[in-house]
């Protein structure tokens, strides 16, 4: 499964560090975060750190691979 989490605002180089699995874009205002994601658990991993770093997720949604 690919995932794509759009979060508010421009992450720095150091914050998008926490999330070494996934590439990442800044596009009008938002981090797109994108990747593979290997099952729930580690979805749920994802946005556990986005919420532990006090990032407002805008949006998440499965992409075709």
Do not use: N, W
């Not at 992450?11 to 205002?29: I, N, Q, R, W, Y």
């Amino acid at each position: 499964m690919h995932y794509e989490i759009r979060v508010d605002g421009h992450m720095s180089e150091t914050m998008s560090k926490a999330f070494p699995e996934l590439d990442h874009v800044m596009m009008s205002g938002q981090t797109v975060l994108f990747g593979p994601v290997v099952d729930e658990a580690h979805l749920y991993g994802l946005l556990a750190r986005c919420q532990a770093l006090g990032l407002r997720v805008v949006e998440m949604r499965q992409v075709p691979e």
